[in-house]
Structure formats: C-alpha cells, structure tokens
C-alpha cells in the first residue's frame, strides 16, 4: 500500500476530532525547533529587518513546516498504523481523515508561501514552497518508502529553515546560509539514524526501509559515525567565515567533543543487533541505551550551536532586529 486512505478509526467507528488533533498534525516538536533555527538564520543575517515583518515571516515557517507535516501524515498514515512510535497520530487512530489532512496541508502551504512573498520577498517565499514540496513529495511519496538513503536525501527539507530566515532578511542567499544548511543536513543521519537503531523493529513492521532495516545495524554504527565526522566538520564553518564568535566555538567545538564521544560509543555498542543468546541480551540493552543518548544529545547539541549564534548576534555581532 503506498499512501492512506485511512479515513476512520479500526473498528469503523470514526472518533471526534479535538482541536489538539488538528494541532498535532502540525508536528509542534518539529516545529519548535524549524522555527528556533529559522530565528537563528534570520537575526544572524547582515542587515536588519522590521519586527513586524521578522514575526509574519517565523509565523509563517511555522506555518510551512506544519503544512508539511500535516501533507506527511495524510500520506503515511498506513505505515504510520503499523508503528508503535506512531500509530496515535491523528489519523492512524480515526481522529482525523487524511482528507481533512491533506485539505489542512494544502491550505497553509498556499497560504504561508503567499503572505512570506508579501511581507518579506520571493527569495525566501520560494524557498519555503520548495522546502515544503520537497518534504512532502520527494521525501515522503518518492524516497521514504524505496531507499535507505531516505533521510540523508530527504534531511535537505529540514535544513531549509535558517536558510529561509536569513532569506527573509535579505533577501538573498550567502556562504553563511549554506553552511547553515550543511550542518542541519549533515546532522540529520546520525541524529536519525540513531533512532532508527533502537525502533527498527517498528520500521521493518511498517516495511520502512530505514537504514538498520536494510543495510543492518553494524552498518548503520558505521555509517553514523562517518556522518558525525562530516557534521562536526561543517559546524567549524561559521568559525571560518567569522559567522561564529567566542560562545558559538565553545558550542561546536565543546559540544561537538561529546557528540563524538556519544557516536563513538554508538559504533563500539550493539545498538541494533539482534540476540538469541541470554548471555549477549546486556550487551545489546546498552547498546540501545548508547543509540538512545546519542538520540537525544544530538538534539541538545543542534539547538545549542543556533542558540549561541542567536545570542552573539542578537547582542550586536553581526545583524538582528532594528528596534
């Protein structure tokens, strides 16, 4: 089965929607941080632009980014059915038709790419658009069910956002917001391999073929540390172009040490192995305990490097809001 057709709850009763349901088909943890890293991009960028406009343009990222995980979860609602990490969406669980999904997903991409082109410029209302196509068909209708390549190819629609933002502000694209756009895409593998090393029961349900799933977990260990290697390498541009100062190095390359220390024990664990023996089931455990603080640091880390470029610039390094 490629795509949903789920319109009602297994059993054929349809449940009652909540606003909370809409709200969820949003993805507001994945927003959160679209938004953290898009203000980043915006308020780093040289120049300055107007509150008002700054605010119309985070709203509508926001907004963008919702839409296309409204358009994701229409789409992926059988697999999503299948999968114990998902199967309480909104539309795995009848709460939502895919319908009303894929309708809510369609009305703010057009709306959050127009009211971008109108308070801000087409540069970053176009980026937004393709961002948001990309999400929601290259990812998610063409890559995410054919290849384990899926997150290295598809992890570019998550890395749009600062791009977008410094887009917004000038209207124009430099160095500084590619290399904002490597670390996110860079980043993405290992960060979401590692889950996919201790959930990959729920991926080969679904029939996902995630990484763990089709090239197995040793490769898998392998494969995050060489992409750890290569995100660690990207965070060190802003310190090259002058993008970063004092508090951004210490974030990268602090930070970026026990991001290392973490994939490093990630590729020495069993994370994602398979045991039959009783005598190899602690060995496997930790190793999904490695994956796991793997999982989440990489997370702390990625919002830390933008936090620190957003305070040094915020306080005057660099551009930000005028006043």
């Known amino acids: 089965m490629t795509g949903s057709s789920i319109d009602i709850a297994p059993g ?3 449940n009652a929607a909540s606003p909370r349901d809409y709200f969820d088909l949003l993805k507001p943890r994945v927003m959160t941080l679209v938004v953290f890293t898009a203000l ?5 960028a040289p120049g300055s632009i107007h509150p008002i406009s700054a605010a119309i343009a985070l709203l509508c990222i926001a907004a963008g980014a919702g839409a296309a995980g409204a358009l994701n979860m229409a789409y992926d609602a059988d697999i999503d059915a299948r999968m114990r990490r998902t199967r309480r969406r909104p539309v795995p669980r009848g709460a939502v038709p895919a319908s009303e999904a894929y309708a809510l997903g369609v009305v703010l991409s057009l709306m959050s790419t127009l009211l971008l082109a109108l308070a801000t410029n087409y540069v970053a209302a176009g980026l937004l658009a393709f961002s948001i196509v990309f999400y929601a068909v290259v990812y998610t209708v063409w890559l995410k ?3 384990p390549q899926n997150i290295v190819i598809g992890g570019a629609a998550g890395a749009f956002p600062p791009m977008i933002g410094w887009a917004a502000a000038t209207g124009s694209i430099s160095i500084d ?9 860079l980043w993405t593998p290992p960060h979401s391999w590692a889950l996919a090393l201790y959930k990959s029961g729920d991926y080969a349900a679904a029939g996902v073929p995630m990484m763990p799933v089709a ?8 494969q995050i540390l060489l992409y750890t290697l290569l995100y660690l390498a990207a965070t060190a541009g802003p310190l090259l172009t002058g993008l970063g100062g004092a508090i951004y190095a210490v974030a990268a390359i602090g930070g970026g040490a026990l991001f290392l220390l973490l994939a490093t024990r990630v590729f020495l664990s069993r994370a994602g ?6 005598d190899e089931l602690y ?3 930790a190793g999904d305990r490695a994956a796991r603080d793997l999982f989440a640091y990489s997370i702390a880390h990625l919002a830390l490097l933008f936090a620190a470029l957003l305070v040094e610039h915020g306080a005057g390094v660099g551009g930000g809001l005028i006043g």
Do not use: M, Y
């Open 283 to 285: 060995a496997v455990r």
């Open 12 to 14: 054929g009763a349809a």
């Open 145 to 147: 069910r054919r290849t």
């Open 215 to 222: 090239k197995g977990a040793k490769s898998t260990r392998i």
């Open 177 to 185: 917001a590619v290399l904002l756009f490597a670390i996110i895409f």
């Open 40 to 44: 980043a991009g915006l308020v780093a």
């Open 273 to 278: 192995d398979e045991a039959a023996a009783e």
